[in-house]
């Protein structure tokens, strides 16, 4: 059944709304046996992979996991999203090009106790243009990551979750992003051109496990911009259900208003509309990735409406 999420937008001259306190789930999310790193990537641009990205980390967070958010799009649309000011703080270059360390750029995301955000700050843009003469310019991020995540551990504050954010490309920072990351999660828009982008990424991904990281895979599909009243959706959703059995999610992001109005205010929709439908979908595709990563076997229906409590 489709649902009708097309309210009208919050005036642009109305104060924003906040997010207010500690939002966290009825029922927390099982922890995985070990620190997990997506990336999250498709060549396609305008999939909704920084959407998917912030709203499954701060559903994860609000599941009571704790989690970073990598944003290596030098668009820093992730950082606009979690309310993070990249303007006034070092970030992804810093550790990239001059190796500062990724625990010295990595800030709390407001209203998450459990959600950190790494940053795109501005230089980023000229990142892959200055490590081009770099040894192992590919394995920055990892040999960044490796170091970050054993600092974490040594002091008992592990990560469950390390979700890195990639510019629609298959460029150097994507590169960087897939030898570091085990799991890569691919939003497909429930249009043609996003399969494309998918069998190039396919392509990309079989050398860099061939070159540089042997352990790497596409563990996660997740259909975005799903409108069940056209063919065309549900024609490309069941060509992912039939290649990608094991992959998929089956949960459809809807194409909804509140998913895209949320990042004006700085937000997730997870925050700015916990109930509307792209939320519930989003905290349904959550819920399902970490019973995935615990190897926790439960009810595919018992998760459709998680309550979420405010203190």
Same mark, same amino acid.
């Given at each position: ?55 499954i980390a701060a559903a994860l ?71 081009v003469g770099f040894v192992s310019?590919? =394995? %920055?991020?990892? @040999? !960044? ?6 600092? &974490? +551990?040594?002091?008992?504050?592990? $990560?469950?979750? /390390? ?64 409108? =069940? %009243?056209?063919? @065309? !959706? ?6 992912? &259900? +039939?290649?990608?059995?094991?992959? $998929?999610?089956? /949960? ?12 004006s205010f700085n937000q997730t ?43």
């Amino acid at each position: 059944m489709h649902v009708n999420d097309s309210r009208e937008t919050t005036s642009a001259l109305a104060p924003k709304p906040k997010v207010i306190g500690i939002r966290r789930l009825k029922e927390p999310m099982p922890t995985p046996f070990k620190t997990r790193v997506f990336t999250v990537a498709n060549q396609k641009g305008g999939v909704g992979k920084t959407t998917t990205a912030v709203n499954i980390a701060a559903a994860l967070a609000m599941g009571g996991l704790k989690v970073l958010v990598i944003d290596l799009d030098p668009q820093g649309n992730a950082c606009t999203a979690l309310g993070v000011d990249r303007e006034e703080l070092a970030g992804m270059y810093e550790v990239l090009v001059n190796e500062q360390l990724l625990s010295q750029v990595v800030v709390k995301v407001a209203g998450f106790p459990n959600l950190e955000c790494a940053p795109a700050d501005i230089e980023l843009a000229g990142a892959e243009i200055n490590m081009v003469g770099f040894v192992s310019r590919e =394995s %920055r991020l990892k @040999l !960044a990551l490796e170091k970050f995540l054993a600092e &974490r +551990e040594a002091t008992g504050t592990r $990560l469950d979750y /390390v979700i890195i954010d990639c510019p629609p490309s298959l460029g150097l920072l994507t590169i960087n992003a897939l030898t570091a990351a085990e799991e890569v999660l691919v939003p497909i828009q429930c249009e043609y051109y996003s399969l494309e982008g998918l069998t190039l990424l396919l392509k990309t991904l079989q050398q860099v496990q061939q070159m540089l990281n042997q352990k790497v895979r596409i563990s996660t599909i997740v259909l975005t911009m799903f409108d =069940s %009243r056209t063919r @065309l !959706a549900n024609d490309v959703a069941n060509n992912v &259900r +039939e290649h990608f059995p094991n992959e $998929l999610i089956d /949960v459809p992001i809807p194409r909804a208003v509140r998913i895209s109005e949320a990042p004006s205010f700085n937000q997730t929709v997870m925050t700015y509309d916990a109930s509307s439908p792209g939320a519930v979908a989003y905290m349904t595709v959550a819920r399902e990735i970490a019973r995935r990563g615990s190897g926790e076997i439960i009810s595919q229906t018992t998760n459709l409406n998680d309550g979420v409590n405010s203190a």
